[in-house]
T-cell receptor, first 119, second 112 residues
Framework: GAVVSQHPSRVICKSGTSVKIECRSL??????MFWYRQFPKQSLMLMAT?????????EQGVEKDKFLINHASLTLSTLTVTSAHPEDSSFYIC???????????????FGPGTRLTVL | SQQGEEDPQALSIQEGENATMNCSYK?????LQWYRQNSGRGLVHLIL?????REKHSGRLRVTLDTSKKSSSLLITASRAADTASYFC????????????FGKGTRLSVIA
């Protein structure tokens, strides 16, 4: 199946700093990518939908000025956590759908996740 | 937002036993998918069942879907200690560029 990568896999930062997480579709072009957040022992919660060449769509309760999303190309979306605080510590997972007509139509491929720890 | 509930939230069984996890959802769907997640790791796609399907098998996995009740179940037969993980159902309401919506998950512990 298609592959989605994330970088970094793990990051530890000090409170107040900004952290950028990259999500790449390695063997297909994705006009839309999704960002999820998962707190310990909880499920994945959709944060935002990243659209190539346009503004991201944020879910209710997610601050767009805090979680900056840039989808500058068909294979790369970035999530920047600005002025991170300890409560932003979480597992961030991105995903992308392979375009219709591909061998895995309808399947949404997930990146391996990024563990963010804010001290 | 999440589609619905999974039950049980946690399940502990002996190796060799069968594990059944249930998932309920709220809206009409195009398909429903089950994922597995080991602690602190990424998601592993297990199986996809379309809305016009009622049952699907993959190895030791059996998934059922009842669209009239808006529910699905995942059965793992002859469980192994390595099956210990969290299991999530995820619903797909549209085959276009819409995200999967996840249930709350079931934490399965298989005791050797």
């Amino acid at each position: 199946g298609a592959v989605v990568s994330q970088h970094p896999s793990r990051v530890i930062c000090k409170s107040g700093t900004s952290v950028k997480i990259e999500c790449r579709s390695l063997d297909f072009q994705a006009t839309t990518m999704f960002w999820y957040r998962q707190f310990p022992k909880q499920s994945l919660m959709l944060m935002a939908t990243s659209n190539e060449g346009s503004k991201a769509t944020y879910e209710q309760g997610v601050e767009k000025d805090k979680f900056l999303i840039n989808h500058a190309s068909l294979t790369l979306s970035t999530l920047t956590v600005t002025s991170a605080h300890p409560e932003d510590s979480s597992f961030y997972i991105c995903s992308a759908r392979e375009p219709s007509g591909g061998s895995s139509y309808n399947e949404q491929f997930f990146g391996p996740g990024t563990r963010l720890t804010v001290l | 937002s999440q589609q619905g509930e999974e039950d049980p939230q946690a399940l502990s069984i002996q190796e060799g036993e069968n594990a059944t996890m249930n998932c309920s959802y709220k809206t009409s769907i195009n398909n429903l998918q089950w994922y597995r997640q080991n602690s602190g790791r990424g998601l592993v796609h297990l199986i996809l069942i379309r809305s016009n399907e009622r049952e699907k098998h993959s190895g030791r996995l059996r998934v059922t879907l009842d669209t009239s009740k808006k529910s699905s179940s995942l059965l793992i037969t002859a469980s192994r200690a390595a099956d210990t993980a969290s299991y999530f159902c995820a619903t797909d309401v549209n085959s276009g560029n819409t995200p999967l919506v996840f249930g709350k998950g079931t934490r399965l512990s298989v005791i050797a």
